[in-house]
């Protein structure tokens, strides 16, 4: 069974940094793309980062392109979300997705691109 475990959500203050983690388990992330979505207090589930399954390519949301970085490390199935200089904007439940699929996403941001989903993390970001 496949299990996406996101983890380093919490609460901070305007400006502080996070780096989020998202560990894969059950199966390999070795040559399949991954990705971070948020979903904010009564709002829909929307696109942040995209990684290819090489890792060579990211896909950073125009908002947030400028603080946020996304990587992964296939040694130890874990993705990563780093975000710096947060905003009460950023609050939201962060989760990571993969795409269990050998093709790339016809669009990286698409939700329904990617294939599991793990529970999700909050970050708060208080002013």
């Known amino acids: 069974q496949v299990q996406l475990i996101e983890s380093g959500g919490g609460l901070v203050q305007t400006g502080e940094s996070l780096k989020l983690s998202c560990t894969v388990s059950?199966?390999?992330?070795?040559?399949?793309?991954l990705a971070w979505f948020r979903q904010a207090p009564g709002k829909e589930v929307k696109f942040v980062a995209a990684i290819s399954s090489s890792g060579r390519d990211t896909y950073i949301e125009a908002s947030v392109s400028d603080r946020f970085n996304i990587s992964r490390d296939n040694a130890r199935n874990t993705l990563y979300l780093e975000m710096n200089r947060l905003e009460p904007g950023d609050t939201a439940v962060y989760y990571c997705?993969?795409?269990?699929?050998?093709?790339?996403?016809?669009?990286?941001?698409?939700?329904?691109?990617?294939?599991?989903w793990g529970q999700g993390t909050q970050v708060t970001v208080s002013s």
């Open positions: 997705a993969a795409r269990f699929a050998r093709d790339p996403p016809t669009s990286w941001s698409g939700r329904a691109e990617y294939t599991a």
């Open positions: 059950g199966r390999s992330v070795v040559g399949y793309a």
